[in-house]
């Protein structure tokens, strides 16, 4: 599926058109974006080792680095602030 077909923002004849001869039904919206396959094939591998090590930290409660938080990467605190914002999402929506 072509990539403006995977993640529709804009209904054009070329789109329809495939999504119909594809068979492609919606699975997921977000935003303004529909997409017709599922968001995890958007991942790439880069993404998957964060999420790895994201969820290793949660569990073993060490740190990348050695220290506090003051001492780790920027993108990783980032990463672990998503991470336990969507958590705590997950639990409230059950």
Excluded at 2 to 11: G, K
Excluded at 14 to 22: A, I, P, Q, R, Y
Excluded at 61 to 69: M, P, R
């Amino acid at each position: 599926m072509s990539e403006d077909a995977r993640a529709v923002t804009e209904y054009t004849g070329g789109v329809n058109e495939e999504l119909k001869e594809k068979g492609a039904e919606k699975v997921f919206s977000l935003g303004d974006i529909r997409l017709y396959e599922c968001p995890v094939t958007f991942m790439a591998p880069e993404t998957w080792e964060v999420i790895r090590l994201v969820s290793l930290i949660e569990d073993t409660k060490v740190l990348l680095h050695e220290g506090g938080w003051g001492n780790q990467p920027a993108w990783l605190v980032e990463a672990f602030g998503i991470f336990k914002s969507e958590s705590v999402k997950r639990l409230k929506n059950g």
